[in-house]
């Protein structure tokens, strides 16, 4: 399990020993926004670390998501000190509002021009409730829609949560909508708790030398990636995932049945029995990746019976 701490004016994020700089508060020039990072001794000036602190006391989360909540202000703010013009920012899946709290405070604080949407799949009183105790508010909506498929604009979002305390029926669908709603160099966080379909999706989607990695506990982790990063689209929307996954099943059995098995060829043919298993289990098709796990056993075999 990972931690947060502030030491020496940065924001560091550590785990197992090892530790990854977030914010460097020290870094002055990088500084293009409107909120101070740092005051003399002298000085009686509201700085970011104040704000991110006091974001964090203040807020109404508490265990994991308090803590993927500070790690989610602690990663806006190092992108909105880049700039001092608005931004727009979609928490898709706003469930309760307790997220919206935090996306909502961080983007007033640093501009009040800025956007925030955030979306349901029905009307959610609380949220209104949580949105309400923000002391400096962006300009904030609520949206209600079907996830999968928001009526909002193609590449308008700069920043998009995709919060996974909503049981997303089709998490595939939901970071493929996010993609399609996120600027050219947007960035999508994801965050997952006891949520492991939408995890292995994220994943899918952005492999992972083009994501972070943040472990909150054992079943909740925060991932962010850059929207130009994407390395996978969902077959469905090229040619048909579960179409091309039958024709290699077939394609491996009638290699299995032949009697020349070339050893690269089977080598080959597991490498795409792999990958099919892979989307498969990461898109909800439980008893298709049974079946191809089965045949990638038998070619398996087969190939440990060629070897000499």
Known sequence: MGDLIYRENQF????????????????????????SMHCLEDQDIYTLPDLLTDIRKQGPCRG?????????????????????????????????????????SIAGAFCEASSLVCACDRMDMEWMEQVADVKKLPRVSFLAGDYGDLPLQKGYFDIILINGTVDFVDPCKVVSDALRLASDDGILLCYTDASPLLEGVFKLFF?????????????????????????????????GFEKNAEKHLRQAQDLLMGDTKDGRELAGMLNILKQDAKTAAATGRVGLKLRLQEQKEKLMDCERRKRP
Do not use: H
């Open 207 to 239: 492999e992972k030398d083009k994501r972070e990695d943040y472990e909150i506990s054992a079943f909740a982790r925060l991932m962010c990636a850059k929207a130009e990063d994407q390395s996978w689209t969902p077959w469905e929307e090229k040619q």
């Open 64 to 104: 994991n998501d308090a803590f993927a909540a500070a790690l989610i202000d602690v990663l806006l703010a190092a992108r909105l000190i880049r700039t001092s013009q608005p931004v727009r920012i979609l928490e898709y899946g706003c469930l309760g509002g307790k997220f919206s709290y935090y996306l909502a």
């Open 12 to 35: 560091i994020y550590t785990e197992q020993g090892k530790e990854r700089p977030l914010l460097d508060c020290g870094d002055y020039l990088s500084n293009k926004s409107r909120i």
